[in-house]
């Protein structure tokens, strides 16, 4: 169980061009998904806290209008890089949390964003 | 403010070996504490977690992990290593914030020789 999937896993895209990445928990009800970025041997870099219904959340110093998130139901949360450029490019994971497990997080296998 | 620091940044092990790797954490509560391995490309796969009780815990691939309060660590331990054991592995803190967030070590790479 607590399987969550990314699509898609790899992604090549021009600059200028926007790109969406989905997150979805394959058996259970997600209230809280995160999106982190990870750099070439850099650990994970929260950006936002997705949550059903609302408006994500994002950390200090990520662009809310650059990186947009939906999560328009329990089980699917979307993040769709705008207006891309080389310096996006990164391995972007989500995870999602289940309700009633507290600061349990499973996480997706990423998404390789390459901006060109 | 919380932070967790993994101290060795690359670590290389013989096949068999035993394997230790080092976290430490800072948090003024009590802690829930993880340890993930990412292969190369991948996503995070979680080993094991403490919330609570006994202080060693179990985890899957032979893994286990020993909280220790007093000194704010918790050191991730495997008797004999194999070469599939070679990956990145990331220590996390998880804290009291409105979100229930995850702060990470950077990670420690574990390379295996033959």
Redesign the interface.
Known sequence: GAVVSQHPSRVICKSGTSVKIECRSLDFQATTMFWYRQFPKKSLMLMATSNEGSKATYEQGVEKDKFLINHASLTLSTLTVTSAHPEDSSFYICSARAPGRPYEQYFGPGTRLTVT | AQSVTQPDIHITVSEGASLELRCNYSYGATP?L?W?VQSP??????LL?Y?SGDTLVQGIKGFEAEFKRSQSSFNLRKPSVHWSDAAEY?CAV??QTG????F????T?LTVIP
């Not at chain 2, 979100?99 to 995850?102: C, G, H, S, T």
């Not at chain 2, 990470?104 to 990670?107: E, I, K, N, P």
């Open positions: 829930y993880f993930y490309g991948q996503g995070l796969q979680l977690k919330f990331f998880g804290v979100a229930n967030n995850l990470f070590g950077t990670g790479r």
